[in-house]
């Protein structure tokens, strides 16, 4: 093998395993040396493109003097491995070598200050931009605009925008996806609007945007003027940011449905939908549990974990919902103490609300009590109120009383006299209805 052979091998590889052969045999037969510096690079770079920085690494050890492009290729592989640290190492190194870098290999700096959102390094670098003139070039631009913006200073990135002498497609692209980042919808499509061109990449920037605000009717609308326009052709991302507004209107019309009480028809679209994904499995159990359905609730519930969807703390607190109204004691009980064992969720304040409802509706004061006595959180008036009222209800007035008292000290506001006044009031008539109870039985 020689070397036009070697170049030839490379630029055909495309496994990983076959280039360690190619590099093997290299390495036998002294390819590699000192004085062809250039086939180390380029086995470099290939190791770089099969996206192996371990190889990669052990190669660019052996390169006695290696290049910008050399120092680019690794910084490029950490960052596409997701290793912003060691890109930015190399990055490091790299400075203090003596080399000058260019305008790709500071984007690759950005780009792990961004990852890192390390604001401070990323002034850095920006610094050294204007040190060594690269600011002319868009794709440094670009990446200070999202470096900005991924740290949480869209200000400065709007700053750089401006200062811009060329801004190209992808210049106004970055910062519409800066404000996408920040969660500022209305700012990114006033920039959306401002464009004087875009491309697919811009309309699905923008589309994903309306996806991740929950906003779905003006992403749906945006993808029919995309149509419309016939310039920029829908890319497979387009349509699974499509996708995903057709979700989330399909959870609205579910919620909707159940919320004006179209049990049957709510029912028969969610069984209708070609995918169903936690929000949708919540939304349904949330329904059910609306209507009174505790059983139904736990049986779809149940078909969730069947079907592989992983439920979220809404799905738990849905579902303990459903057991509490129903007056599922068991399967509240036997749900509550599974959330961090069998789905890793760590109970908050609304589930431990729902579990102190469920005891309390069914007469279980005492344990509803001892459940909020031993809450690693603190419990709020909100739970001493849910014991207030089961207290009422049941005729225990003592425990009522202390319920009051907790909920005066938790809310010490201007009508605290009136709130003592109220609950006692709660208190005395529950009495009152007791005592003629009683009267009644003595006749």
């Known amino acids: 093998m020689n070397t036009q052979t070697f170049y030839f091998l490379l630029q055909k590889c495309g496994s990983l395993e076959k280039l360690k052969q190619i590099h093997g045999k290299a390495v036998t037969l002294g390819l590699l040396c000192s004085k062809r510096q250039h086939l180390a690079c380029k086995l470099l770079n290939t190791y770089t493109q099969l996206g192996s920085p371990v190889d990669a690494q052990k190669v660019f050890n052996h390169i006695q003097n290696p290049d910008i492009v050399s120092w680019t290729c690794l910084i490029s592989l950490y960052l596409h491995t997701s290793q912003p640290c060691k890109a930015f190492s190399i990055f490091s190194h790299l400075f203090h070598s003596g080399l000058k870098p260019d305008s790709f290999c500071v984007v690759g700096a950005v780009s792990a200050c961004g990852h890192r959102k390390d604001l401070s390094n990323g002034r850095i670098v920006h610094g050294m931009v204007f040190r060594f003139e690269l600011g002319s070039d868009p794709i440094v631009g670009n990446a200070l605009i999202d470096m900005y913006s991924r740290s949480g200073a869209i200000e400065v990135a709007c700053s750089v925008f401006k200062t811009m002498e060329i801004k190209d497609v992808s210049s106004w692209t970055s910062l519409l996806n800066g404000f996408i980042k920040c969660n500022d919808i209305e700012a990114a499509r006033r920039i959306f609007d401002e464009m004087p061109m875009r491309n697919s990449v811009s309309w699905t920037a923008m589309i994903t945007g309306y996806v991740q605000g929950e906003v779905p009717i003006p992403g749906l609308e945006l993808f029919q003027e995309m149509r419309a326009e016939g310039k920029d052709w829908p890319t497979v991302i387009t349509i699974v940011a499509v996708l995903s507004v057709v979700l989330i209107l399909g959870h609205l019309i579910l919620e909707a449905l159940f919320m004006s009480g179209a049990l049957v028809l709510a029912l028969k679209i969610f069984q209708e939908m070609p995918k169903r994904d936690v929000f949708s499995w919540t939304t349904m159990i949330s329904g059910l549990a609306l209507h009174g359905k505790g059983t139904h609730a736990l049986e779809a519930f149940s078909d969730m974990s069947k079907s592989g969807v992983v439920p979220n703390e809404v799905t738990l607190l849905s579902v303990l919902s459903a057991c509490s109204h129903a007056g599922l004691v068991v399967e509240g009980r036997s749900l509550f103490q599974k959330m961090v064992q069998c789905h890793g969720i760590k109970p908050k304040i609304q589930h431990y609300g729902c579990m102190v409802d469920l005891l309390g509706r069914a007469g279980l004061l005492r344990e509803a009590k ?65 005592t003629e109870q009683m009267k009644d039985l003595d006749k």
């Open 370 to 434: 001892e459940l909020i006595e031993h809450m690693p959180i603190k419990p709020d008036s909100v739970i001493w109120r849910s014991l207030l009222s089961a207290c009422l209800v049941h005729g225990n007035l003592a425990m009522a009383e202390m319920a009051g008292k907790m909920i005066i000290e938790l809310e010490p506001d201007d009508d605290g006299e009136d709130a003592v006044h109220c609950i006692r009031a709660d208190v005395y008539t529950v009495l009152e209805v007791i």
